[in-house]
């Protein structure tokens, strides 16, 4: 009953607390709402012996009883228009105690009344609202005002009657009793900083423990995002390794399609283009570890993605599981369309690779795609063992693998989450023992068209450029020449002969530089010319298999510089040479 009286005064008397109190903090807050709860407990109390006077027909008592009424249910609401907390609270104090010592002083019989105990009750109604300090101070005072009231009761001080010893006795019982309640005040006012000391140092101990679990995190987040940065570096630099050479395999393979009429050398050729197009995804998706990859086919016909990915992945099928493929007709997500292709051939691995050999009619691998509302669903389902929770979670880390050695590189999940998220789409597994299923979610797109057929580019027109090709390998600077033709090609080998053809002849169109050779790289080059031949700049595009430097990356990261990723697509040659002819006035 009690607390719940309690529980309901208190908001009503935060309500009296001024907003500066509120806003220094919840100490104050508690001083504020002890001083009005006080004032009340007091203005109730004095309320009731208001009324006895009344009853007992005490006229002087009872209109100081009304002072004291009044200077108690006033204080709360001048604390509130005022806000001077100290002014108003020590001023109530003052009334009471000096109307009490009125009524103390003038109370005709020779022991304690109400109004001595009462003063008694000051020192710890004063110490819960200012503290011991100037609880002191107040205890003082009323210990002086009682000890006063008992000795203006003596006629003889040498010689007191029996009757005015007993009441100057209870006087000092009336001291006590106050120091009594100073101490009891001074107790809970210790056992309160205590307890705020140890809350304090709990919640610091709680905060530094929170800080710890937060760097330790933060810890192992940058040894892994330093991980993935120096696994960016070299996959960057293999992939630079990789492209060089790649470069002249697929140019010399475009030219060659280009030129033969047979059409069974075409189609063979066709194929082995396609087996190069897909190493350079490959090598951009392993790039992406480190950059997202620039360019993108944003289009991909879902049932000839899953063809491909099945076509090539059947090898490692075919002793492993019966394939069923379930497709919705006209699906097309926003995705390029070879990459998507590389993501299920990895994710149709793993599962292959999940499953025994020779068991191929006891285990069954599923592949379903789907629309779903704005999203294009693909689901690689198997019936093997799953993957254990225990480390679900880090199955998609590049070079986590469970595999015995040589079975697998942990790249798989790895490069088919990036290819996903790369297009803004998820990719999610679910598993348990016998069945696991790995499903990707892509944004769908609306295609109006059946067939995409890409529209033959017309050869080169016949005003010719002149072109400077820089590139420390031969091989590739000849099969870039190759496809080049008809126009003017010179090649250099590297950049210190690029220079020096530039300083005697600088009337090219256009000047195509690797940017990674050795001695004077394609960044020297650049640094050079912005210094000596600045004008030439415009006409440069740097060529790059991979940028594993941070010089390299910065430089590629300049506004207005150009660049090609290596392999260079004859479709991205042709129209760079097109846009050289139109700025230059050349084109038709």
């Known amino acids: 009953m009690g607390?719940?009286?309690?529980?309901?005064?208190?908001?009503?008397?935060?309500?009296?607390?001024?907003?500066?109190?509120?806003?220094?903090?919840?100490?104050?807050?508690?001083?504020?709402?002890?001083?009005v709860l006080i004032a009340w407990l007091m203005g109730v109390m004095f309320g009731g012996v208001l009324v006895m006077r009344l009853l007992a027909a005490e006229w002087f008592s009872a209109l100081v009883d009304v002072g004291l009424v009044t200077a108690c249910f006033a204080g709360p609401f001048l604390l509130?228009?005022?806000?001077?907390?100290?002014?108003?609270?020590?001023?109530?104090?003052?009334?009471?105690?000096?109307?009490?010592?009125?009524?103390?002083?003038?109370?005709?019989?020779?022991?304690?009344?109400?109004?001595?105990?009462a003063l008694a009750e000051i020192p710890l109604f004063a110490i819960l609202l200012f503290g011991p300090r100037l609880g002191y101070l107040w205890s003082g005072a009323c210990a002086m005002a009682v000890l006063g009231i008992g000795l203006s009761r003596f006629t003889d001080l040498a010689q007191p009657t029996a009757a005015e010893q007993a009441a100057f006795n209870e006087y000092w019982a009336a001291v006590i009793m106050s120091l009594t309640l100073v101490s009891a005040g001074l107790f809970y006012e210790q056992a309160r900083n205590e307890s705020l000391r140890r809350i304090?140092?709990?919640?610091?101990?709680?905060?530094?423990?929170?800080?710890?679990?937060?760097?330790?995190?933060?810890?192992?987040?940058?040894?892994?995002?330093?991980?993935f940065a120096s696994l960016g570096r070299l996959a960057a630099a293999?992939?630079?390794?990789?492209?060089?050479?790649?470069?002249?395999?697929?140019?010399?393979?475009?030219?060659?399609?280009?030129?033969?009429?047979?059409?069974?050398?075409?189609?063979?050729?066709?194929?082995?283009?396609?087996?190069?197009?897909r190493i350079r995804h490959i090598v951009k998706d392993l790039q992406g570890l480190s950059r997202p990859p620039e360019d993108r086919n944003p289009e991909a016909d879902i049932h000839r993605t899953i063809r491909s990915a099945v076509a090539i992945a059947s090898a490692h099928l075919r002793a492993k599981a019966r394939l069923t493929v379930s497709t919705a007709p006209r699906l097309y997500a926003a995705c390029d369309e070879p990459r998507l292709s590389q993501a299920i051939l990895n994710l149709l691995i793993n599962s292959a690779q999940a499953l025994p050999d020779g068991q191929?009619?006891?285990?069954?691998?599923?592949?379903?795609?789907?629309?779903?509302e704005e999203t294009i669903e693909i689901e690689v389902q198997d019936d093997g063992p799953g993957i254990p929770s225990s480390i679900l979670h880090r199955v998609r880390e590049p070079f986590?693998?469970?595999?015995?050695?040589?079975?697998?590189?942990?790249?798989?999940?790895?490069?088919?989450?990036?290819?996903?998220?790369?297009?803004?789409?998820?990719?999610d597994i679910e598993s348990q023992p016998g069945h696991t299923v790995v499903r990707i979610t892509l944004p769908a797109l609306d295609v109006l068209h059946d067939q995409r057929v890409a529209p033959r580019s017309d050869p080169f027109p016949l005003r010719r450029l002149r072109i400077l090709v820089c590139d420390d390998e031969p091989l590739v600077a000849r099969a870039l020449s190759r496809h080049l033709a008809p126009h003017e090609v010179h090649a250099v080998s590297g950049g210190q002969e690029a220079l020096l053809q530039l300083e005697h002849d600088d009337a090219f169109d256009l000047v195509l530089c690797d940017l990674m050779m050795p001695v004077i790289s394609g960044m020297d080059v650049h640094d050079h010319l912005a210094q000596t031949q600045p004008e030439l700049l415009s006409r440069f595009?740097?060529?790059?298999?991979?940028?594993?430097?941070?010089?390299?990356?910065?430089?590629?990261?300049?506004?207005?510089?150009?660049?090609?990723?290596?392999?260079?697509?004859?479709?991205v040659l042709r129209r760079l040479l097109q846009d050289v002819m139109r700025r230059n006035g050349l084109a038709g």
């Not at 509130?80 to 005709?108: E, H, K, Q």
């Not at 304090?200 to 991980?227: P, V």
């Not at 191929?360 to 779903?372: F, G, P, S, T, Y």
């Open 80 to 117: 509130r228009w005022t806000g001077a907390y100290m002014l108003i609270a020590n001023s109530v104090l003052g009334a009471v105690f000096l109307l009490l010592v009125g009524l103390g002083a003038t109370n005709p019989n020779p022991g304690l009344n109400a109004a001595t105990v």
């Open 541 to 571: 595009v740097f060529m790059s298999g991979g940028t594993f430097t941070e010089r390299a990356q910065s430089l590629r990261e300049t506004q207005g510089i150009r660049f090609l990723d290596k392999p260079v697509q004859p479709q």
């Open 238 to 277: 293999v992939a630079h390794e990789i492209n060089n050479p790649l470069s002249y395999v697929q140019g010399n393979l475009s030219y060659t399609a280009r030129e033969l009429r047979d059409p069974n050398l075409q189609e063979a050729l066709e194929d082995a283009l396609e087996g190069v197009d």
């Open 360 to 372: 191929r009619d006891h285990h069954l691998i599923e592949v379903r795609a789907q629309r779903v």
């Open 200 to 227: 304090q140092q709990l919640e610091t101990q709680r905060r530094e423990s929170e800080l710890a679990e937060i760097r330790a995190k933060s810890d192992a987040k940058l040894q892994q995002a330093e991980r």
């Open 400 to 427: 986590f693998t469970t595999k015995q050695v040589g079975e697998g590189t942990g790249l798989g999940l790895a490069l088919a989450d990036g290819i996903v998220r790369s297009h803004g789409g998820a990719l």
């Open 3 to 35: 607390s719940t009286m309690l529980d309901r005064l208190v908001p009503l008397a935060d309500r009296f607390v001024p907003p500066w109190m509120q806003a220094a903090g919840p100490e104050m807050v508690r001083r504020g709402r002890t001083a």
